[in-house]
């Protein structure tokens, strides 16, 4: 890997937040996957930090989804409270079927 593509990785980094610069490469960084979970201290190197932005990791979790809609829509809206039953349920029991009589006999 030539210094271009090293200087390309370190912009790249920059524009997430993340900055160090060429002289002192971290050895281990954090990368986290596209749903969020943080993959600590993986190799830094450029080559590896290549490969892993390539597979679609970044040096800093997602963000997470905005809500849809403007917020004209969202003002007032506040979360569901959870239902509380004030008796816990039972179940029914029922009596069992008296047999049928035969008739005859």
């Known amino acids: 890997m030539d210094t271009k593509d090293k200087i390309a990785l370190m912009e790249e980094a ?6 160090f610069s060429i002289a002192q490469w971290p ?3 954090t990368y986290y996957k596209k749903d969020g979970e943080a993959m600590p201290n993986l190799p830094a190197d450029p ?12 040096l800093v979790p997602p963000m997470p989804p905005k ?3 403007t ?3 969202l ?3 506040t979360e569901p409270k959870p239902k509380v039953s004030k008796k816990p ?4 029991i029922r009596k069992a079927k008296k047999p049928l009589k035969q008739k005859g006999g």
Do not use: C, H
């Open 67 to 69: 809500p849809q809609g």
């Open 47 to 58: 080559v590896s930090m290549k490969r892993y932005r390539n597979k679609g990791f970044t």
């Open 14 to 19: 920059k524009k997430e937040g993340v900055a």
């Open 89 to 92: 349920k039972t179940k029914r």
């Open 75 to 77: 003002v007032g809206i």
């Open 71 to 73: 917020s004209q829509d």
């Open 27 to 29: 050895q281990r960084l």
